[in-house]
């Protein structure tokens, strides 16, 4: 996942969908698009309190220095009416 980011920082994108788990709870992907155009996972999210999204970017802030390299973010055009 590191790895990933570490060499396409430029793009990244959130995703949230509630069918990739049988849990009652949404599941935040973070992607960025690799060298041959498939979208690689560099972090994952499944909140169950109301600050996980903030706690998971600032982990991933925390432990990702190409942070300054990401030019574009794209989010899932639903995500606002999502609750976490």
Same mark, same amino acid.
């Given at each position: 996942?590191?790895?990933?980011?570490? $060499?396409?920082?430029?793009? +990244?994108?959130?995703? $949230?969908?509630?069918?990739?788990?049988? *849990?009652?709870?949404?599941?935040?992907?973070?992607?960025?698009?690799?060298?041959? /155009?498939?979208?690689?996972?560099?972090?994952?999210? *499944?909140?169950? =309190?109301? #600050? $996980?999204? =903030?706690?998971?970017?600032?982990?991933?802030?925390?432990?990702?220095?190409?942070?300054?390299?990401?030019?574009?973010?794209? +989010? #899932?055009?639903?995500? /606002?009416?999502? #609750? +976490?």
């Amino acid at each position: 996942m590191k790895h990933a980011f570490t $060499a396409y920082p430029e793009l +990244v994108r959130v995703h $949230a969908t509630y069918k990739l788990l049988e *849990l009652a709870l949404p599941t935040y992907l973070l992607l960025c698009k690799h060298s041959n /155009g498939r979208s690689k996972i560099i972090a994952v999210c *499944l909140p169950v =309190t109301e #600050d $996980a999204m =903030t706690r998971m970017m600032e982990n991933f802030k925390k432990h990702n220095v190409n942070l300054n390299k990401i030019r574009v973010i794209m +989010v #899932d055009k639903n995500i /606002g009416e999502r #609750d +976490v």
